[in-house]
Each structure stands twice: as structure tokens, then as C-alpha cells.
Nanobody, 120 residues
Framework: QVQLVESGGGLVQVGGSLRLACAASGRTFSTYAMGWFRQAPGKEREFVAAIGSSTRYADSVKGRFTISRDNAKNTVYLQMNSLKPEDTAVYYC????????????????WGQGTQVTVSS
């Protein structure tokens, strides 16, 4: 069973950058598709990015965010550049074995989330 722990969130100004990390325990990390989702106050949790046999991005973050993984370190990253106030949310890491990367139901394992706040 894989367990996920996110880190790297914080407060950043508009236009700034942050890198989130999600460390996974367990020996089967490389077999999982990994996703990042986010949830702003009063809103549904939404897809941000995923990496499996391919990478996928939400339209709202394309060209600004980059997802990557290091299987040797059991870690997936989300590099976030050119941050905007609308990127403010709790960011969640997720692991799943399906290929419906943009869908929440694809992921059976979730981290506890890390807060990202973009101030103007």
C-alpha cells in the first residue's frame, strides 16, 4: 500500500514559483499513475496535472506548471511558475492504477494536502 505525503506549499507573491513534492512510501510507486489536484474554498476539487505513461495538464495551468517524477526517490513533483491568485488552493497528491488521469475516481490513494496561497 502506498502512502502519500505532500510538502512545499506556502505563501508566494503573484508571478512567483513554488515546487510541491509528494513522497510515497511502498515499493510499487513506479507502477502508479500520479496526479495533482487542488481545492479552493467553496469549490470542488479539480484536476491539475498527472503523470503516467503520458503527462496531462488542466488548461488553466498549461505552460506554467510541470509535473515530474523520480521513481528512485518515490517522489512526484509539481513545479509551479507564474503563479496567479486563482492558483490559491489546497493541493493534493494522488496515486492510481487507471489511465483516466484527469478524473478523481482514477485515484484510490490521496495525501493530506498542502496549502498554496498566492498573494497580490
Amino acid at each position: 500500500q502506498v502512502q502519500l505525503v505532500e510538502s512545499g506549499g506556502g505563501l508566494v507573491q503573484v508571478g512567483g514559483s513554488l515546487r510541491l513534492a509528494c513522497a510515497a512510501s511502498g515499493r510499487t510507486f513506479s507502477t502508479y499513475a500520479m496526479g495533482w489536484f487542488r481545492q479552493a474554498p467553496g469549490k470542488e476539487r479539480e484536476f491539475v496535472a498527472a503523470i503516467g505513461s503520458s503527462t496531462r495538464y488542466a488548461d488553466s495551468v498549461k505552460g506554467r506548471f510541470t509535473i515530474s517524477r523520480d521513481n528512485a526517490k518515490n517522489t512526484v513533483y509539481l513545479q509551479m511558475n507564474s503563479l496567479k491568485p486563482e492558483d490559491t488552493a489546497v493541493y493534493y497528491c494522488a496515486a492510481g492504477r487507471g489511465n483516466h488521469y484527469t478524473e478523481r475516481y482514477n485515484y484510490g490513494l490521496w495525501g493530506q494536502g498542502t496549502q498554496v496561497t498566492v498573494s497580490s
